[in-house]
């Protein structure tokens, strides 16, 4: 059981805008920084959204990452086949002193 | 460019021991948090272990607390995890990850990981 709570798996069509959601605490997403990750089949996880909401050089505008409260949402638009990916919430737990991250969802883009 | 590159994965006993490593380059290994983080088979991220630039300051998960112990080495620029009283829940693909300049917990850079395999 992860720390962090996400959907095992969305899908959408080409073209369209698909959110995935990140469900924490106070003790993780509620009073530290969120980051988002994207894990390609047989790839190591890349970085898309650091400090809640900024991408790295590289990452498209197309990847948008948000933060209210205790959750966190990463936002995808104009979706492409490669997208296709396993996607990661993670953040720092100040009460257990430890990383912690989502289940990870499956994106499936049909 | 930079560049994480892990070792020392293979196949170990239950009750065994492996110590992985992760040479770094590309840039200045020793300003910045260095962390482990595994995936077991078919399965999603777990954090494993962190550690400050320094060596001063370590976090370990609760699951590897008291076997796993992580360790830098800022002069040969390379991260360490000793493993000991392995068990078949840590069989897993073990990556290093820098974490960013800011110190918010995210993690800019992986390695590519290396195959930790525990069975009898």
């Known amino acids: 059981q992860s720390v962090l709570t996400q959907p095992p798996s969305v899908s959408a069509a080409p073209g369209q805008k698909v959110t995935i959601s990140c469900s924490g605490s106070?003790?993780?997403?509620?009073?530290?920084?969120v980051s988002w990750y994207q894990q390609l089949p047989g790839t190591a996880p890349k970085l898309l959204i650091y400090?809640?909401?900024k991408r790295p050089s590289g990452i498209p505008d197309r990847f948008s990452g948000s933060k209210s409260g205790t959750s966190a949402t990463l936002g995808i638009t104009g979706l492409q086949t490669g997208d296709e990916a396993d996607y990661y919430c993670g953040a720092w737990d100040s009460s257990l002193s430890a990383g912690v991250f989502g289940g990870g969802t499956k994106l499936a883009v049909l | 460019e930079v560049h994480l590159v892990e070792s020392g994965g293979g196949l170990v006993k239950p009750g065994g021991s492996l110590r992985l490593s992760c040479a770094a380059s590309?840039?200045?290994?020793?300003?910045?948090?260095m962390n482990w983080v595994r995936q077991a088979p078919g399965k999603g991220l777990e954090w494993v272990s962190s550690?400050?630039?320094?060596?001063?300051?370590?976090f370990h998960a609760d699951s590897v607390k008291g076997r796993f112990t992580i360790s830098r080495d800022n002069v040969k620029n390379t991260l360490y995890l000793q493993m000991n009283s392995l068990r078949a829940e840590d069989t897993a693909v073990y990556f290093c990850?820098?974490?960013?300049?800011?110190?918010?917990?995210?993690?800019?850079?992986w390695g590519q990981g290396t195959l930790v395999t525990v069975s009898s």
């Open positions: 550690i400050s630039r320094t060596g001063g300051d370590i």
């Open positions: 990850a820098r974490e960013g300049p800011q110190d918010t917990g995210d993690l800019d850079y």
């Open positions: 106070s003790s993780n997403i509620g009073n530290n920084y």
């Open positions: 590309g840039f200045s290994f020793s300003t910045y948090c």
């Open positions: 400090e809640n909401n």
